[in-house]
């Protein structure tokens, strides 16, 4: 099935230290989203955004909704362990299943 | 209250064998999902109820897949003779509605293995 450009697929960084992720699509989304999943667990909603150019953040993470509609950024500033899990991105248009990238693995060193 | 469950957890089969799967989805919400997740991958769609309409069916891969609810409440997915491709975590997710307004709440996934 159709799936989102996400990159990086993996990150492996210092404590403290910001992290940017970003995804991209061949076609527009209505909506963007943002969900992490830990181990065992299913995906849990970190921002939305709805409207192309829109800016969100959430405690220290932040992400944008690009102005063409097939791309959004998610960035994470001064990281701390709870912070490692899978990051998703995922497109929606109106009332219909969601469209998820491959992930971003963040791993965290002390 | 209680979010999205999903039962069993784990489930191992042999190839050739039928699986059901279950979701209880949050009391209330009227839009329920079904995904597939393969290993290190992303969600892949399979189907959508919402309310009473027909159900959107146009991200089960083949027909050895099928899935009902009853009414707004439990939903099962089923796999006949399933394969070994068919090993993934199968997640359900729930909303108030099936707009895009609406966020999605996930269970925690069933995770299929097929020997």
């Known amino acids: 099935g159709q799936q989102l450009n996400q990159s990086p697929q993996s990150m492996f960084i210092q404590e403290g230290e910001d992290v940017s992720m970003n995804c991209t699509s061949s076609s527009i989304f209505n909506t963007w989203l943002w969900y992490k999943q830990d181990p065992g667990e299913g995906p849990v909603l970190l921002i939305a955004l709805y409207k192309a150019g829109e800016l969100t953040s959430n405690g220290r993470l932040t992400a944008q909704f690009g102005i063409t509609r097939k791309d959004s950024f998610l960035n994470i500033s001064a990281s701390i362990p709870s912070d490692v899990g899978i990051y998703f991105c995922a497109g929606q248009r109106g009332a219909q299943k969601l469209v998820f990238g491959q992930g971003t693995r963040l791993t965290i060193n002390p | 209250g209680a979010g999205v469950s999903q039962s069993p957890s784990n489930k191992v089969t042999e190839k050739g064998k039928d699986v059901e799967l279950r979701c209880d989805p949050i009391?209330?919400?009227?839009?329920l999902y079904w995904y597939r997740q393969r290993l290190g991958q992303g969600l892949e769609f399979l189907i959508y109820f919402q309310g009473n309409s027909a159900p959107d069916k146009s991200g089960l891969p083949s027909d050895r897949f099928s899935a009902e609810r009853t009414g707004e409440s439990v939903s099962t997915l089923t796999i006949q003779r399933t394969q070994q491709e068919d090993s993934a975590v199968y997640l359900c997710a729930s909303s108030l509605s099936g707009g895009s307004a609406n966020t999605q709440y996930f269970g925690p996934g069933t995770r299929l293995t097929v020997l």
């Open positions: 009391s209330g919400h009227t839009a």
